[in-house]
């Protein structure tokens, strides 16, 4: 038997950095999702405690502020295509420089010079897994997740989730469907 699981990321993180670092008894204040502030010195020994206490949930401290930069651009890009409340209406490139308090263009080129690929493919890339996660979770029609992630058409999302995934968004379907069905039996 297959379970679909719908989880929310920030409940699990902020749970498991609240088990990790009450366990070893630092005080901290998370500002965002991935940022925390350490309310109290730091020593070595204390670092390394908490970094040893994160790594077996594949939470990783970012040291290099480049990196840190580029893992806030993921979160802003993954906070606003997976909001639930909200339909995305505004461009990404707004979206981003305000949200982070930068230059587009400054975004775009660490961006593109860290991961060797462009903030426009890592928001495609992540549009795509909402829209699988939409189709196989909810029954929202492909024309409601086109308008939900603010594409021009159906037929862009169509084409996008095709040269992604190498399937059809109806080929998708079919095959969740399949799988609900043999699930069933």
Known sequence: MTL?????????????LNECLDEINI??????????????????????????ALEPYGIIIIEDHKKIMIQKIKDAIIDLINDDDETIMVKSSVYLAER?????????????????SSI???????KIERTK??????????TDIAFKLNYSSVAHLSS?????????PSAFQRIISKRRDLQQD
Do not use: W
């Open 100 to 116: 982070l308090n930068q230059n587009y263009g400054y975004l775009s080129n660490l961006f593109s010079e860290m991961t060797f």
């Open 27 to 52: 005080k901290y204040n998370v500002l965002a999702f991935g940022e925390i502030e350490i309310l109290e010195p730091l020593t070595k020994s204390r670092h390394e405690a908490i970094k040893n």
């Open 4 to 16: 679909f699981l719908k989880f929310d990321t920030h409940l699990l993180c902020n749970k498991i």
């Open 120 to 126: 426009e493919n890592y928001i495609i890339l992540q």
């Open 160 to 168: 996008q989730f095709k040269n992604t995934t190498g399937i059809t």
């Open 133 to 142: 996660q939409l189709m196989a979770t909810t029954t929202m029609t492909l």
